[in-house]
């Protein structure tokens, strides 16, 4: 004999108010790696839409700083390695701070016109 009761197609029903509440998760359970993947990607996204800070471009200069300093009193053949080394070490840091914020922000901005020209080509509003 044939089934005489449909089985349900949705899964969330509506209340007396007329909202519809849904029922929570019915699928399979999320596992680790997938966990994983979603919070790399979550936390990539608030990365990417953050805009840059003075901060964060000064820690940069710094670290390229500290770089270019080991880098000069190591290769320097001068009797004033360390103090040649600190020289440079500040003239580039003193050039990477600003022209790494404006990159930075230049390259933010680009991305957030990206992201609001998608929004615009689904169909959804710009936030």
């Known amino acids: 004999?044939?089934?005489?009761?449909?089985?349900?197609?949705?899964?969330?029903?509506?209340?007396?108010?007329?909202?519809?509440?849904?029922?929570?998760?019915?699928?399979?359970?999320?596992?680790?790696?997938?966990?994983?993947?979603?919070?790399?990607?979550?936390?990539?996204?608030?990365?990417?839409?953050?805009?840059?800070?003075?901060?964060?471009?000064l820690n940069r200069a710094a670290l390229a700083a500290v770089i270019i300093f080991i880098f000069v009193v190591i290769t320097s053949k001068s009797g004033n390695r360390i103090l040649s080394g600190a020289l440079f070490a500040l003239?580039?840091?003193?050039?990477?701070?600003?022209?790494g914020y404006y990159l930075e922000m230049a390259l933010w901005r680009r991305r957030q016109a990206?992201?609001?020209?998608?929004?615009?080509?689904d169909g959804r509003t710009k936030r």
Request: without cysteine.
């Open 114 to 121: 990206k992201r609001a020209a998608e929004g615009r080509r």
């Open 91 to 99: 003239i580039a840091m003193a050039i990477y701070v600003p022209a």
């Open 1 to 57: 004999m044939a089934q005489t009761k449909r089985k349900r197609r949705t899964k969330h029903r509506g209340n007396a108010a007329g909202t519809i509440e849904t029922r929570g998760r019915t699928g399979r359970p999320v596992s680790a790696d997938d966990k994983k993947k979603q919070a790399r990607m979550s936390a990539r996204d608030r990365r990417l839409n953050t805009p840059p800070t003075w901060k964060s471009a």
